[in-house]
């Protein structure tokens, strides 16, 4: 049987002309780079930038892009924008998680990156702007991947689409209150260098080497915030998270300390475990300063 059926639709006042009118032009010669499994999306991605005068660079594997990438780098000519298309690019990690992992590289850190997700949904905008990545739907059309780029790379319009998100990381300091802050890791090294990070600001820093000591630090002194290393002896980081909020539901009206979950690992496991523990967010070593400063701003802003 064959049916048929008609539904009639207007088009949105100044979809067409704005389709027609930008010819994106000012994305002549960029210069990008595609992570993707799906030679259907490459294919599709290819056709989009080169209609608007791009170079598209594509990688199937995380090896073979972050290659690309470094070497991109030494020949003096670095990408514009990188494109992260696949739902792992990483074992354990999202296209977000792995995009916040690309931010966190040496030379990344202002990157325009560009994720695309199937099905997104109110958290994962929230997440990109709080990293500072650009985000559209899959499968991406060309007028929406087109102003996302264009947004990213800073030559036009940096309002997002509706129901998209097109952030970038703020470049300007955060006017933030002094802070409290106790450090709980276990490696002089790593603390070492995390008061190194907070040695220029006004915030006063003490450290344990253990998350029992954690613990008893916050029930006997009221902190602002806990830097919590996963991965100590005695208690580790997750449970001593969970044991300062499960003392905190005891403590009527005393208002919670802010918990950043610090590890090694990549793991999607530990970030949903962090999570679970009641810590605010979660950063994967080795970590940047502006990466720790930007996520202490978040938080108190």
């Known amino acids: 049987s064959t049916f048929s059926f008609e539904i009639p639709m207007d088009v949105r006042e100044g979809s067409r002309e704005r389709y027609e009118a930008n ?7 960029a210069n990008c780079l595609l992570l993707t499994v799906s030679p259907a999306s490459e294919q599709s991605l290819q056709e989009m930038m080169e209609s608007a005068g791009g170079y598209l660079t594509s990688r199937s594997d995380h090896d073979g892009f972050v290659s ?16 992260v298309d696949a739902p792992e690019p990483f074992p354990g990690m999202d296209g977000l998680d792995y995009a916040g992992h690309l931010r966190d ?11 695309l997700i ?11 702007g709080r990293m500072g ?3 559209i739907n899959k499968p991406a059309k060309r007028v929406e991947l087109m102003e996302a780029v264009t947004c990213l790379m800073g030559g036009g319009d940096a309002s997002p689409l509706e ?6 990381a703020s470049v300007e300091p955060v006017e933030i209150p002094q802070l ?6 276990d490696s002089d090294d790593n603390a070492a260098l995390m008061e190194a990070y907070l040695r220029p600001t006004a915030h006063l820093v003490e450290r344990v080497e253990n998350g029992r000591e954690a613990v008893e630090m916050v029930k006997s002194d009221r902190f602002d915030l806990v830097l919590m290393d996963s991965q100590m002896p005695e208690m580790d980081g997750f449970s001593a998270a969970c044991a300062i909020r499960q003392w905190e539901r005891g403590q009527g009206g005393r208002s919670q300390v802010r918990i950043i979950a610090l590890t090694a690992s990549v793991q999607r496991e530990d970030r949903r475990r962090s999570i679970e523990c009641g810590c605010d967010c979660h950063l994967i ?3 940047k300063r502006d990466v720790l400063l930007r996520e202490i701003e978040r938080l108190f802003t």
């Open 23 to 29: 010819d994106y032009s000012e994305l002549s010669q």
């Open 68 to 83: 690309e990438l470094e070497q991109a780098a030494e020949r003096g000519k670095p990408y514009d924008l990188v494109i």
């Open 105 to 115: 590289r040496e030379g990344c850190e202002a990157l325009p990156i560009l994720v």
């Open 118 to 128: 199937r099905g997104l949904d109110r958290s994962d905008m929230d997440q990109a």
């Open 133 to 135: 990545v650009g985000l």
């Open 163 to 168: 129901g998209k998100a097109c952030a970038r």
């Open 180 to 185: 409290k802050i106790l450090l709980a890791e």
């Open 285 to 287: 070593k080795p970590i």
